[in-house]
């Protein structure tokens, strides 16, 4: 069987919930490198037509977009399942998976990340407004995401998912930055998970350079 292609720079979050959800399974892939710039530009455009990374193929089969590439993973390959039979963890799974994409990505990914580490791209200057918004949104985020993991370990139940998958890259990153680490200072069940998560031969496979 071919090994899938994962098209995207390495340092992005959801290419990495990308790898790291074909790490958790057990599939080699390969990582073919795209610029940041260069997304919207072609080969890539081919593949992204929205001009976002990351972009993905198996055996000639192309998708994009990281929720429909995670359950494409999950279902096609073998190896541990990352989505719960029970209808309540998958349901949650999947709320978390929503919040991500809605919410946390959008404040924290696309405005104080990005403003804060995200060479070589230039920082943004956002208005100071918008950022204290993005902040607010990600301290809603985090308080909203540890409320439904309830006691853990994982975030929607008692084995890795998707959700695990999906979030994990994107608030590990955060935790690195100052904003993010005056927050998980005061969520710690939270910090337990990224530690624990953190701790994972998946992560140590597929971890970007810093
Ligand atoms: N809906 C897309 C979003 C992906 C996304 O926003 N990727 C970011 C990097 S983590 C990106 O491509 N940013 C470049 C840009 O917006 O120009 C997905 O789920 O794959």
Redo the contacts with the bound molecule.
């Keep these: 069987m071919a090994h899938p292609i994962v098209y995207?720079p390495a340092s992005?979050?959801?290419?990495w919930s990308v790898r790291l959800a074909l790490a958790e399974k057990g599939v080699v892939h390969r990582l073919v490198p795209v610029e940041?710039g260069r997304?919207?530009e072609e080969p890539h455009l081919s593949r992204q037509p929205?001009?976002?990374?990351?972009a993905f193929e198996h055996e000639g089969f192309n998708l994009?977009?990281?929720?429909a590439i995670l359950r494409y993973i999950d279902e096609r390959f073998s190896g541990p399942a990352l989505q719960s039979e029970d209808v309540y963890e998958w349901s949650r799974m999947n709320q978390m998976i929503g919040i991500h994409?809605a919410y946390a990505?959008p404040a924290i990914?696309?405005r104080i990340l990005r403003n804060r580490i995200s060479p070589p791209l230039p920082a943004k200057n956002f208005a100071e407004e918008a950022n204290a918004a993005a902040l607010e949104m990600a301290r809603h985020c985090l308080g909203e995401i540890e409320r439904l993991m309830g006691e853990g370990p994982f975030l929607a139940g008692s084995e890795m998912s998707l959700a695990d998958c999906m979030l994990f890259p994107l608030l590990s990153s955060f935790a690195r930055v100052g904003e993010g680490r005056e927050i998980f200072a005061e969520r710690a069940r939270l910090s337990e998970w990224l530690g624990r998560i953190d701790a994972r031969p998946s992560v140590a496979l597929t971890r970007p350079e810093p």
């Design positions: 995207g992005s979050p959801y290419v940041f997304e919207r929205f001009a976002k990374v990351p994009y977009e990281t929720q994409d990505y990914g696309a």
